[in-house]
């Protein structure tokens, strides 16, 4: 999985860093599916205000992407990266596949997760750049 250091602040002296690194556990050919934080909240909105469904029902994407490959795609989007992936010792207990099912979600809500992986990254990427740069002139 990627992660990024749970101690780590935009306002940390490493934080430029932190931002940009990657780390992948094992070989990184587990899948995993990823969504843009929207499209869950529009799922869960029409789940919260339908008039009988109760749920349980996934709102998940079930696109799968290699964790190797969604770490090479974020390095390629993140402007003037230099950034390497570092593999790390992979978790024992850590499933090969996660792929959601939300035909459930489909047909009772009529919802499905609409913005694609790649512009949901670059609007993760543009976001904390902003912040980053805003932290930077705020300290001049």
């Known amino acids: 999985m990627i992660r990024r250091p749970p101690r780590s602040t935009l306002s940390s002296s490493s934080a ?3 931002v940009y690194k990657r ?3 094992g070989t990184g050919e587990y899948t995993r599916s990823f969504q843009y934080f929207e499209d869950l909240l529009e799922g869960f909105w029409r789940l919260v205000f ?3 469904e109760t749920g349980p ?3 998940g994407n079930p ?19 230099t950034s390497k992936i570092v593999h790390l010792e992979a978790a ?3 499933p090969k596949q996660r792929r959601p099912d939300n035909s459930k979600a489909l047909r009772v809500l009529g919802w499905a997760p609409k913005i694609p992986v790649e ?16 932290q930077k ?3 001049k």
């Open 16 to 18: 430029a860093s932190d």
């Open 23 to 25: 780390q992948v556990y």
């Open 50 to 52: 339908h008039p009988t």
């Open 57 to 59: 029902v996934n709102l």
């Open 63 to 81: 696109e799968e992407y290699t964790v190797l490959d969604i770490a090479k795609k974020v390095v390629s989007m993140i402007p003037g990266s």
């Open 92 to 94: 024992k207990d850590d």
């Open 119 to 134: 512009e949901g990254f670059q609007r993760t990427i543009d976001e904390f750049s902003a912040r980053l740069n805003k």
């Open 137 to 139: 002139e705020s300290t």
